[in-house]
């Protein structure tokens, strides 16, 4: 079974600055891929960003990106410039791929963005 | 414009009683889901079915009950037998191949008085 661990309930950040979050995951398969979607308190989730398992390469769209290792089971977002609307819960999550694209998810991290 | 349709946005029921939510998606998805959410607890996975009249139980499908008679439609009962059924449920749904990314419904919350 697929567990996705956050370990950061919450985490806060000053408007403009660099704010990580963490997320660690156990899987047994070899091809999987790693998401982090956004709450925000209208409750609707967002897709932030993705990546997969096999690419080396860490994902970025604008002023999020991932450290991904694979090695360690280690997937965070790094969020920069940091900006008011970024204010949400966030999830990690994994799935196994194949023909199972069951997502399983980590408990959050609410991330409040200080003006 | 494409997307998933959940209702009621809020529903309020007596203990003892069944109620269904409602689930539509037209982005002609395969897959579809439902997950439960509570404070704390992140998103749990109710049921899913990758196929029309299929579908496979979750990490928490006690007490609940799902149909897939058509491909755009994946609604879901919670019935007596759910003992905590006070929560936000979530519906999704993805396409069955690439990367699996869902997209989700706005959600309905689900108060037992």
């Known amino acids: 079974a697929q567990t996705v661990t956050q370990s950061q309930p919450e985490m806060s950040v000053q408007e403009a600055e660099t704010v990580t979050l963490s997320c660690t995951y156990d899987?047994?398969?070899?091809?999987?891929?790693l998401f982090w979607y956004k709450q925000p308190p209208s409750r609707q989730m967002i897709l932030v960003i993705r990546?997969?398992?096999?690419?080396?390469q860490n994902a970025t769209e604008n002023r999020f990106s991932v450290n991904f290792q694979k090695a360690a089971k280690s997937f965070s977002l790094k969020i920069s410039d940091s900006q008011l609307g970024d204010a949400a819960m966030y999830f990690c999550?994994?799935?196994?791929?194949?023909?199972?694209?069951?997502?399983?998810f980590g408990k959050g991290t609410l991330l409040t963005v200080n003006p | 414009d494409g997307g998933i349709t959940q209702s009621p946005k809020y529903l309020f029921r007596k203990e003892g009683q069944n109620v269904t939510l409602s689930c539509e998606q037209n982005?002609?998805?395969?897959?579809m889901y439902w997950y439960r959410q509570d404070p704390g607890q992140g998103l749990r996975l109710i049921y899913y079915?990758?196929?029309?009249?299929?579908?496979q139980k979750g990490d928490i499908a006690e007490g609940y009950s799902v149909s897939r008679e058509k491909k755009e439609s994946f609604p879901l009962t919670v019935t007596s037998a759910q003992k905590n059924p006070t929560a936000f449920y979530l519906c999704?749904?993805?396409?069955?191949?690439?990367?699996?990314?869902?997209?989700f419904g706005e959600g309905s919350r689900l108060t037992v008085l």
């Open positions: 999704a749904s993805s396409v069955h191949q690439g990367s699996g990314e869902l997209f």
């Open positions: 899987t047994s398969e070899s091809d999987y891929y």
């Open positions: 990546q997969e398992a096999y690419k080396q």
């Open positions: 999550a994994s799935n196994s791929g194949g023909s199972n694209y069951k997502l399983t």
């Open positions: 982005l002609n998805h395969d897959a």
């Open positions: 079915s990758q196929i029309v009249n299929d579908f």
